[in-house]
């Protein structure tokens, strides 16, 4: 069985650590956790009234908000209920030095920050209530891997076409460049999904694992004709 915790940036950000970034630990402050964790609060409930809004309900509760250090910048338990993110503030150098990256070599800190917000707290935090939503269906440990992390992207498109678009015009590029400028790891001649599922485990700890996640993102951005959160969440099964 394939693990529960499913990730998106962490392998980009041991890349980024093992190019010289130092992971020294950082002076938290509380009042910054404290705000993550009422923004989040308010993100995980639109996200739920909008399920209610589409016509759903779950029949287990919205998930318990951990605001903690999280290398992959967010992940849903489903054996717990517990939804993972983190605060700027809780992480590390090398965990903000993924940020910098993005934003090229000149970036300043508020910079990296927002490019963490806009990536971590909305595309990436929809993205684990998709996977909270497959919880909801019972789905989580009978769908495979691509078709899990595939059904969440396409659920947090969905959502994010309805609710603020700039969330995916600003992700587009992100993932476009990682799609063309890093490796392939499909092998010639095999398909992508299949791959995927049957490589899931050694994937995991590898760049190629970004590569495959940010793949999923921009196909279920161009999904055409593209599905509403209504359609995405029913046809969660
Ligand atoms: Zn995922």
């Known amino acids: 069985m394939f693990k529960a915790v499913r990730v998106i940036f962490a392998v980009a950000a041991a890349v980024v650590m093992c190019a010289g970034?130092?992971?020294?630990?950082?002076?938290?402050?509380?009042?910054?956790?404290?705000?993550?964790?009422?923004?989040?609060?308010?993100?995980?409930?639109?996200?739920?009234?909008?399920?209610?809004?589409?016509?759903?309900?779950?029949?287990?509760?919205?998930?318990?908000?951990?605001?903690?250090?999280?290398?992959?910048?967010?992940?849903?338990?489903?054996?717990?209920n517990e939804l993972k993110t983190s605060s700027w503030t809780q992480m590390t150098d090398g965990e903000r030095a993924l940020f910098h990256k993005f934003m090229g070599p000149n970036s300043t800190d508020e910079m990296a920050r927002a490019e963490f917000e806009d990536g971590a707290h909305h595309w990436v935090f929809v993205h684990e209530?998709?996977?909270?939503?497959?919880?909801?269906?019972?789905?989580?440990?009978?769908?495979?891997?691509?078709?899990?992390?595939?059904?969440?992207?396409?659920?947090?498109?969905?959502?994010?076409?309805?609710?603020?678009?700039?969330?995916?015009?600003?992700?587009?590029?992100?993932?476009?460049?990682?799609?063309?400028?890093?490796?392939?790891?499909v092998p010639e001649g095999q398909n992508a999904e299949t791959y995927f599922n049957t490589n899931y485990e050694q994937l995991g700890p590898t760049p190629g694992y970004i590569w495959f996640q940010a793949h999923m993102c921009l196909k279920a951005y161009d999904e055409k004709p593209a599905p509403s959160l209504a359609q995405a969440l029913r046809e969660t099964k």
């Open 21 to 80: 970034a130092s992971a020294q630990s950082v002076k938290v402050d509380a009042r910054e956790v404290e705000a993550t964790r009422v923004q989040m609060t308010a993100m995980r409930d639109a996200f739920v009234k909008a399920v209610h809004d589409a016509g759903f309900t779950c029949p287990i509760a919205a998930p318990r908000l951990l605001i903690v250090d999280v290398p992959s910048f967010g992940s849903y338990e489903p054996s717990t």
């Open 129 to 185: 209530m998709g996977h909270w939503w497959q919880e909801c269906q019972k789905v989580s440990n009978v769908m495979k891997p691509y078709a899990l992390e595939f059904g969440a992207d396409r659920i947090a498109a969905a959502y994010w076409k309805e609710h603020d678009p700039s969330v995916i015009e600003h992700q587009r590029p992100v993932f476009e460049a990682i799609v063309t400028r890093w490796p392939n790891p």
